[in-house]
């Protein structure tokens, strides 16, 4: 399994970011898929997934600004991130597993997309 995540960079605060991550091997549409993000000097935190049927997954506080969405055909996850906060600003990793390790610890990961917030 493989992941390419791009759509990161340097916006302004209440800006919106669309970030995309494609996946490809031979079983990645079986799986599902989400983001981590990690802001300096925190750890990695779960932000939302996504299985191949739609349903989804987020961490409560971002809930309303995070939208997660899947184009199955594409093997492609995105992450709609409205209303950006300098307390966006983090790396984002793209994941992809089964639904019961996507949420706490997904074994395939993305190489990461920074999203830096200005205020």
């Known amino acids: 399994v493989q992941l390419q995540a791009s759509g990161g960079g340097l916006v302004h605060a209440g800006d919106s970011l669309m970030l995309s991550c494609q996946a490809s091997?031979?079983?990645?549409?079986?799986?599902?898929m989400g983001w981590f993000r990690q802001a300096q000097g925190k750890d990695r935190e779960f932000v939302a997934a996504?299985?191949?049927?739609?349903?989804?997954y987020s961490r409560d506080v971002l809930r309303g600004r995070y939208t997660i969405s899947r184009d199955n055909a594409k093997n492609t996850a995105y992450l709609q991130i409205d209303s950006l906060k300098p307390e966006d600003t983090a790396t984002f990793y793209c994941?992809?597993?089964?639904?019961?390790?996507?949420?706490?610890?997904?074994?395939?990961w993305g190489q990461g997309t920074q999203v830096t917030v200005s205020s």
């Open positions: 994941v992809i597993d089964q639904l019961n390790r996507i949420t706490r610890e997904p074994r395939y």
């Open positions: 091997g031979r079983t990645v549409g079986m799986l599902s």
């Open positions: 996504i299985t191949p049927g739609g349903s989804t």
